[in-house]
């Protein structure tokens, strides 16, 4: 199984930037697919996830309003827009798939697979 995380760099504050992870090795549609995020100094927290059909979403209050995550069962993709973007958002993200989640609230120690991790940065 791999998780190929894409799409970071860096961002002057209110900016955009668009996450990709590309799934391979995996029933994609079988797993409720998130992203987390580990800021320097900080522990891992959890960022927004998507239900394994796509219709249901659910974000951390600090993102909720600014973030949108997608998913592609057809090419095995998940995507994390991100708007509006503040110092504060700068962190290394990572896709996770969790195969056994009755909810959006994933937790981190009940992922099946991460991904590698892409740095976004918000600096001016």
């Known amino acids: 199984v791999q998780l190929q995380a894409s799409g970071g760099g860096l961002v002057q504050p209110g900016g955009s930037l668009r996450l990709s992870c590309a799934a391979s090795g995996l029933t994609f549609r079988d797993y409720v697919m998130g992203w987390f995020r580990q800021a320097p100094g900080k522990e891992r927290e959890f960022v927004a996830a998507i239900s394994r059909g796509g219709g249901s979403e659910y974000y951390a209050d600090s993102v909720k309003g600014r973030f949108a995550v997608v998913r592609d069962n057809v090419g095995n993709t998940v995507d994390l827009q991100m708007n509006g973007l503040k110092t504060e958002d700068t962190a290394v993200y990572y896709c996770?798939?969790?195969?056994?989640?009755?909810?959006?609230?994933?937790?981190?120690?009940?992922?099946?697979?991460w991904g590698q991790g892409t740095l976004v940065t918000v600096s001016s």
């Open positions: 996770a798939a969790d195969r056994s989640a009755r909810n959006l609230w994933l937790e981190e120690d009940k992922i099946d697979y």
